[in-house]
């Protein structure tokens, strides 16, 4: 992988996880079902592991929530995360049930005596807290103030960090979501300048599986890219294990994990194979080999195929209802076209 | 929209669209189909120019390609640019066929004569060449001198530059498309420090649909945040309808063009209606409004759907079967879940 400059932030721990001080940066999801609903919870929960997600988190709204955490953490070992506003009795409850992780606003989250309990016991079961600030609930105070953009998103995440910090608490972690980009990115890169806690990346409200993860990978790649960023969440209005393959496909892109790659070139006027289905039935196919660090390239064209993916480890290049197939830019062998797939996978399981 | 920092580049021009130079940044895409292929390719024309495609190229491989030219020309006002490899002929029958725009790399073009003939020609009808380098496709010596890297891409790209220096031309555009993200990332970058051509930017064999999205709005989104870049073509393998539908979210996201932004909340525990489908739905029926400049909220929860969308021009929040509509952060009305849409398209209409 890519020596990357990244911005240098003091590490916390979830669970086993470590996030900032240099940590890979880890992927991060939440659960759309009710957290009390055992059954529907569980087996998110397994779906989300699957699909690669390496913390987890979810909302606690009442003490059914809270309660829920105990049975969730026996069956499964990722780090949990509960997301609690307005009641820091529900916050102490969940570090109780064994939560990994807090996801509150302290400015918000009861008097300042409730405060001080819930720092007292987070600080004894070391449990960090993300003061996670979004640009559709920011403080009235603040708004007036500074008006609708960055300054009023980091002053509000500062003011709820100092609130911490004087009761001599320093597990935070902190994030600053907007939906819309310019103020994402302008938020996060001040916090980045202004502190060193390390910072969860993300997009609020992005959108359907499509328009969100064109944001979403915008957003988190630019600020990635800048060394800003320690732990990111593809926030998508559909199933969360889709957000858990997005966020890797931005790291993977971005040389930050290693894991497969699939270079596919766009169909054009010597395109003699139904190259688009052909790729689609390749992507599917793959995902068994998901964490390999592997180039597969599915090309239209004979010709300029293999040439085109020499930095492929493995390919295909179609032809007339026939296609070649390749490693690291030698043809192996001309197959018929239905056999270009099944010879692709041999090619690989046996590498 | 927002100033940018754009780095400041010479123009030229394709047609009536100028390209460099401080112009807004055009949507390019290719035709899938053979150019010859007059009613295949008369459609493809139709259908990209109704997506918002702003430039159409498409492959010259004979002289049939080059002659489908002028009839393409009068079916359609968009400006045309002839891809063309390895044959200077092609490239002068393109020009006299009528073409806006060339897509050749003068270094394998053709002999010295046929490069100066084709210049030649191009100067006389102020022809803009783009010179395209492929991270797949590079030269053999300059692969040997300096590996498979940037200084490869960069080196070929700039010897192709200097034969039309040599011969007096500058109309020139530069493309070094690669499939690996930092590849590519690099390359531009180093191009845009050495010389002001404008960029063509792109990733190649991005991948399908998804994660050629990803991919292309990872790389194309960090280049346009940091200046460079002057037009794009995303590359997917899909209809190229889509690429273009990509690139426009891409450019409206990062505030370089005015259009319709659609915000939707990820479900969570307190989501009690079908928002998934509803936003897909939103998202469809919203097309027919993609010019404007709007930010539409689509958010699973009365609570706090109104206030985390108050961004939004309109919007609506989804409660127990029934939902909100809002405006400008104001609720307007109450309706039942089916009425959620036909309500918000009718103010959007009037507004």
Redesign the interface.
């Known amino acids: 992988m890519?020596e990357y400059y990244r911005k240098a932030t003091r590490p916390i721990y979830l669970g086993d996880i470590k996030i900032g001080g240099g940590a890979p940066i880890s992927i991060q999801s939440?659960?759309?079902?009710?957290?009390s609903n055992l059954p529907a919870a569980q087996k998110q929960l397994r779906e989300l592991q699957a699909a690669g997600c390496e913390i987890i988190r979810?909302?606690v709204?009442d003490l059914d929530?809270a309660q829920a955490i105990k049975p969730l953490k026996q069956s499964c070992d990722l780090p949990m995360v509960a997301d609690i506003h307005f009641d820091y009795k529900l916050a102490i409850a969940s570090i109780l049930n064994g939560i990994d992780g807090l996801r509150i606003n302290p400015g918000n989250i009861g008097s300042r005596q409730g405060v001080e309990s819930l720092v007292a016991v987070a600080k004894d079961h070391k449990i960090p807290i993300r003061i996670g600030v979004?640009?559709?609930?920011l403080p009235k105070d603040l708004l007036s103030k500074y008006g609708?953009g960055k300054d009023t998103m980091v002053e509000a995440a500062l003011s709820h960090v100092k609130i911490l910090e004087d009761l001599g608490y320093h597990e935070i972690k902190i994030s600053a979501k907007a939906?819309?980009?310019?103020l994402m990115?302008a938020s996060y890169r001040e916090l980045s300048k202004r502190c060193d806690y390390p910072l969860h990346l993300g997009v609020?409200?992005?959108?359907?599986?499509?328009?969100?993860?064109?944001?979403s990978?915008?957003?988190i790649?630019?600020l990635l890219?800048e060394g800003i960023g320690d732990t990111i969440r593809v926030?998508?209005?559909?199933?969360?294990q889709k957000?858990v393959w997005?966020a890797r496909?931005?790291l993977i892109?971005?040389?930050l994990r290693k894991g497969l790659?699939?270079?596919?070139?766009?169909?054009?006027?010597?395109?003699r194979i139904d190259?688009?289905r052909l790729?689609?039935k390749v992507?599917a196919a793959l995902q068994e080999f998901a964490d390999r660090e592997l180039?597969i390239?599915?090309?239209g064209c004979a010709v300029?195929g293999p040439?085109?993916?020499?930095?492929a480890d493995f390919g295909i290049a179609g032809g007339d209802n026939e296609g070649l197939i390749f490693a690291h830019g030698e043809i192996i062998k001309k197959v018929p076209e239905a056999e270009l797939l099944p010879e692709l996978l041999n090619l690989i399981r046996q590498a």
């Open positions: 890519k939440m659960l759309s079902v009710k957290t979810f909302s709204m929530d979004n640009s559709g609930s609708h939906s819309n980009l310019e990115l609020t409200e992005a959108g359907t599986l499509l328009s969100g993860s064109i944001k990978a915008i957003g790649g630019i890219e926030s998508l209005s559909d199933d969360p957000e997005v496909q931005i892109n971005l040389g790659k699939i270079v596919s070139c766009p169909t054009c006027g010597r395109t190259l688009i790729v689609q992507e180039t390239a599915v090309m300029n040439g085109e993916a020499r930095e």
